[in-house]
Every structure is written in C-alpha cells, then in structure tokens.
C-alpha cells in the first residue's frame, strides 16, 4: 500500500535559486547532478530554469529553455526515469516535452499562461497543478486566507477541471498546495496538518517543503535545515502525501523503508 511514494529531485539550473544558490547554472554540473540524483534513487527529476524564491522576478521563455534543454536532452537520452518540467510557461512546457519530459509542473496552476492546458494536452504528458496566492515576486507580502484548506482546495479542484475539459488525462494530474507560496509560517504546517483534507479531491498530492523558510523561520541562525526537512518530509507521508520534493534524496531514500513500515502496519492494524 505504501509503496508507491515518490521521491522527485529538485534540480535548479539557475543562477539564483534559493537553496543552491546557482550551484548547477552551467549545464555541464547539471547533467552531472541529473545523473547523480537518478543514482541516489529519485524516481521523478524536476528540473527548473526559473527560480521563484520569494521577491524572484520571471525570467524570459528563450532564457529558460537554454537554461533547461541541455540537460533534459542529455538525462532523457542516457536514463530510464520521468523527467518534469519546472515551469508556467507552455513555450517552454512545449520545448521540455519534445526534448523528453514527460511531466509538466506549473507553479501557477495554470493560471499564468492560458496555452498551458493545450500543450500539455497535446503531448499526453502529466501534470503537476499547484496553488499560490499571488505571484513569486508579490506572494509573501501579505498572505491571507478565510479558509486556507478549502480555498487551496477549490483552487484545485477548479483547475484541474479545467484541465480535464481541455484533454488533460485526470489519471495523469497531480495536485500540490503549494507551501512556501504565499502562505505565512502557520498555514504551511496547517497544510501538513490537513494533507488527507486535499486528498479527498482523489488526485495525488505533491509536497514540497525541503529546506523552505517555514523550517529557516524557526531557528534564530543558519541551522542545518536538513532535519527539519527530513521531520516534515515524514510527517507529510504520515499524513497521506504521494510525492516529496526534495533536494536531499538520498536522506530522503533511507526513510522510505522505515515509513513504508510504519504505515504498512498502521494499514493493517486499521483493517
């Protein structure tokens, strides 16, 4: 029963991005990355040309696809693993799908570029719908919700509606509530707290929380995140999450086992 949770590999070929701060912006190091995130066990990649930290600014469609083809070329020819596109925009969906991506994973939930649905439609691909309030560069100024699990779920059901109508495969449709993205330090454990809420909805649901701020907010100095991460991680597939978005896989791989255990008998215990 448990045995299907997914780990997904961040990879960031930016020159910016929060955590590894343009770490893997040359695309040799990327490629390599890849490999090595394959090789610690992830099943899905993602890789993204755009960051979207808080306070980030969009960066141009050409940019990003020079960012990004490099290395999804290389990965899609040389391993058997499911590449996803981090990206809201369908120019660069497109140009990623056509390379070898088979996953789509919109941090706008559709919602920035109205040809989304189609390109995404048009190469039969998955698809990742993720709820933010407001945009990377404004989404922390003031997040505010009356109903922050409902709102977020609405949110999803509507859009993956729309993706459906649009030829989207439902089968093919995964939902994220987007913590980090325009939520304050509170809703995003209350997200954690209320995973089995969103999965009513009856798609899988997508966590990505690795090394976010709501773990940085709680510690006054540069603490090791990794624990926090790994701690949330856990109780987010306790709580019923289907994939973890991860920078640390191979951290993440080694808990696996012993999650897989623990809810095994949790299962079995109930029936």
């Given amino acids: 029963m448990v045995k299907n949770i997914k780990i997904m590999g961040i990879l960031n070929v930016t020159p910016d991005s929060f955590y590894d701060e343009g770490r893997f912006y040359n695309s040799k190091i990327a490629i390599e ?3 090595k995130i394959a090789e610690e066990g992830a ?20 940019e990003e ?3 990004v083809m ?3 070329e290389a990965v899609s020819k040389d391993l058997d693993i499911p590449i996803s596109i981090d990206t809201n925009k369908a120019q660069v969906a497109e140009a990623a799908l056509k390379g070898g991506a088979s996953i789509v994973n919109d941090i706008s939930g559709l919602t920035f570029d109205e ?13 990742v719908i993720m709820h933010m309030q407001g945009t990377p560069e404004t989404m922390q100024n003031n997040p ?10 609405d949110f999803l059901k509507n859009a993956r509606e729309r993706a459906v109508r649009g030829g989207i495969d439902s089968e093919k449709i995964i939902v994220d509530p987007g913590i980090g993205f325009g939520k304050t330090l509170e809703d995003n454990y209350a997200i954690i707290n209320n995973i089995a809420k969103i999965k009513e909805m009856g798609s899988p649901v997508l966590i990505g929380l690795s090394r976010k701020s709501l773990i940085g907010k709680l510690y006054n100095d540069n603490s090791d995140r990794l624990p926090a991460t790994i701690a949330l991680n856990a109780a987010a597939i306790l709580n019923g ?7 640390d896989i191979k951290e993440h791989r080694l808990i696996l086992k012993s999650m897989e255990m623990l809810m095994d008998l949790r299962y079995t215990d109930h029936h």
């Fill in 33 to 35: 990355r890849a490999y």
């Fill in 43 to 62: 099943h899905i990649i993602d890789i993204g040309g755009e960051s979207t930290r808080p306070g980030s600014k969009p960066v141009p469609a050409a």
């Fill in 65 to 67: 696809i020079d960012r």
């Fill in 70 to 72: 490099p290395v999804i």
């Fill in 115 to 127: 040809k989304m649905v189609e390109t995404v439609a048009a190469y039969n691909a998955g698809l």
């Fill in 144 to 153: 505010n919700y009356n109903n922050l699990i409902e709102e977020i779920t």
């Fill in 241 to 247: 999450a289907d994939i973890i978005r991860v920078h």
